[in-house]
Protein backbone atom coordinates (compact mmCIF):
# COMPACT_ATOMS: atom_id res chain seq x y z
CA UNK A 1 0.00 0.00 0.00
CA UNK A 2 2.78 2.25 0.63
CA UNK A 3 4.39 1.70 -3.47
CA UNK A 4 1.41 3.79 -4.87
CA UNK A 5 2.05 6.92 -2.88
CA UNK A 6 5.42 7.29 -3.47
CA UNK A 7 5.27 6.39 -6.65
CA UNK A 8 2.01 8.71 -6.68
CA UNK A 9 4.72 11.63 -4.57
CA UNK A 10 7.48 11.07 -6.92
CA UNK A 11 5.68 11.71 -10.14
CA UNK A 12 4.51 14.93 -8.58
CA UNK A 13 8.21 15.93 -7.42
CA UNK A 14 8.86 14.89 -11.15
CA UNK A 15 6.60 17.04 -12.52
CA UNK A 16 7.43 20.31 -10.51
CA UNK A 17 10.87 20.24 -11.75
CA UNK A 18 10.27 19.57 -15.42
CA UNK A 19 7.98 22.57 -15.41
CA UNK A 20 10.10 25.01 -13.55
CA UNK A 21 12.98 24.16 -16.15
CA UNK A 22 10.59 24.77 -19.06
CA UNK A 23 9.94 27.88 -17.58
CA UNK A 24 13.28 28.88 -16.58
CA UNK A 25 14.48 28.18 -20.13
CA UNK A 26 11.29 29.51 -21.93
CA UNK A 27 12.06 33.23 -19.85
CA UNK A 28 15.86 33.26 -20.10
CA UNK A 29 15.57 35.30 -23.63
CA UNK A 30 13.63 38.25 -22.12
CA UNK A 31 15.57 41.54 -20.44
CA UNK A 32 18.58 43.08 -21.26
CA UNK A 33 20.68 40.15 -21.82
CA UNK A 34 20.33 36.96 -23.63
CA UNK A 35 20.93 34.34 -21.16
CA UNK A 36 22.72 35.00 -17.88
CA UNK A 37 25.89 36.50 -18.60
CA UNK A 38 25.12 39.57 -21.33
CA UNK A 39 25.44 39.20 -25.02
CA UNK A 40 25.20 40.91 -27.84
CA UNK A 41 22.04 42.59 -27.02
CA UNK A 42 23.44 43.84 -23.20
CA UNK A 43 24.35 47.43 -22.75
CA UNK A 44 25.51 49.66 -20.02
CA UNK A 45 24.13 52.75 -20.57
CA UNK A 46 26.51 55.78 -20.59
CA UNK A 47 27.26 57.67 -16.89
CA UNK A 48 27.95 61.42 -17.49
CA UNK A 49 29.18 62.80 -14.10
CA UNK A 50 32.09 65.37 -12.19
CA UNK A 51 30.05 68.45 -13.77
CA UNK A 52 32.26 71.23 -13.78
CA UNK A 53 31.48 74.06 -12.89
CA UNK A 54 29.36 72.84 -10.49
CA UNK A 55 25.84 72.93 -11.48
CA UNK A 56 23.72 76.49 -10.79
CA UNK A 57 27.58 78.01 -10.69
CA UNK A 58 27.92 81.88 -12.03
CA UNK A 59 30.23 81.90 -15.01
CA UNK A 60 31.77 84.21 -17.17
CA UNK A 61 31.06 83.98 -20.93
CA UNK A 62 33.41 81.64 -23.04
CA UNK A 63 33.98 79.98 -19.58
CA UNK A 64 35.58 76.09 -19.92
CA UNK A 65 33.46 72.99 -18.60
CA UNK A 66 34.38 69.83 -18.14
CA UNK A 67 32.30 65.84 -17.13
CA UNK A 68 33.69 62.39 -16.99
CA UNK A 69 31.95 59.97 -19.29
CA UNK A 70 31.81 56.37 -18.50
CA UNK A 71 30.55 52.90 -20.75
CA UNK A 72 31.16 55.24 -23.82
CA UNK A 73 32.67 53.42 -26.40
CA UNK A 74 34.02 56.32 -28.79
CA UNK A 75 34.35 59.75 -27.87
CA UNK A 76 32.57 60.97 -31.49
CA UNK A 77 29.66 59.92 -29.57
CA UNK A 78 29.35 62.11 -27.42
CA UNK A 79 27.17 65.57 -28.83
CA UNK A 80 27.41 68.52 -26.29
CA UNK A 81 25.05 71.78 -27.05
CA UNK A 82 24.48 74.96 -24.86
CA UNK A 83 20.76 76.77 -25.84
CA UNK A 84 20.33 74.58 -28.76
CA UNK A 85 24.14 75.78 -30.00
CA UNK A 86 26.50 72.55 -30.76
CA UNK A 87 29.53 73.57 -28.92
CA UNK A 88 33.12 71.43 -30.02
CA UNK A 89 34.68 69.29 -27.49
CA UNK A 90 37.55 67.39 -26.98
CA UNK A 91 38.43 64.01 -25.00
CA UNK A 92 41.16 62.56 -23.56
CA UNK A 93 40.96 58.62 -22.75
CA UNK A 94 41.71 57.98 -18.96
CA UNK A 95 41.62 53.86 -19.66
CA UNK A 96 38.16 53.47 -18.04
CA UNK A 97 36.20 56.74 -18.95
CA UNK A 98 36.36 60.19 -21.11
CA UNK A 99 37.73 63.29 -19.61
CA UNK A 100 35.59 65.73 -22.32
CA UNK A 101 36.43 69.47 -22.45
CA UNK A 102 34.23 72.22 -24.10
CA UNK A 103 33.64 76.31 -23.81
CA UNK A 104 30.40 77.87 -23.20
CA UNK A 105 29.76 79.93 -26.59
CA UNK A 106 30.91 83.18 -25.93
CA UNK A 107 27.85 85.19 -27.46
CA UNK A 108 25.52 84.04 -24.25
CA UNK A 109 25.73 86.88 -21.92
CA UNK A 110 23.74 87.19 -18.67
CA UNK A 111 21.51 84.27 -19.23
CA UNK A 112 20.77 80.94 -17.70
CA UNK A 113 22.07 78.03 -19.92
CA UNK A 114 21.71 74.04 -20.01
CA UNK A 115 25.11 72.47 -21.11
CA UNK A 116 23.34 69.34 -22.30
CA UNK A 117 25.15 65.78 -23.45
CA UNK A 118 23.77 63.27 -25.64
CA UNK A 119 25.30 60.09 -26.05
CA UNK A 120 23.87 57.93 -29.03
CA UNK A 121 24.98 54.59 -29.05
CA UNK A 122 24.82 51.94 -32.08
CA UNK A 123 21.56 50.26 -30.61
CA UNK A 124 18.90 53.11 -29.37
CA UNK A 125 18.23 52.02 -26.57
CA UNK A 126 21.41 52.07 -24.66
CA UNK A 127 21.41 56.00 -25.55
CA UNK A 128 21.98 58.66 -22.17
CA UNK A 129 21.79 62.12 -21.82
CA UNK A 130 22.25 64.24 -18.82
CA UNK A 131 23.37 68.14 -18.32
CA UNK A 132 23.30 70.71 -15.95
CA UNK A 133 22.90 74.97 -15.37
CA UNK A 134 25.14 77.44 -15.34
CA UNK A 135 24.82 81.21 -14.94
CA UNK A 136 26.54 83.40 -17.50
CA UNK A 137 27.15 86.51 -16.08
CA UNK A 138 27.64 89.72 -18.23
CA UNK A 139 31.15 90.38 -19.96
Known amino acids: MKTPRLLALFFIVSCFNVSAGHAAEHHSGHGASTGG ?10 QLTKFLPANMATVAPGSAFS ?15 VKTLPVEVTTED ?15 VNTTARINIKVNAKVSRCNGENGWLVKIAEK
Open 67 to 81: FLAFNVEKPEQIKVT
Open 37 to 46: GGGENACLKP
Open 94 to 108: KDTFYLVKGKLPAEL
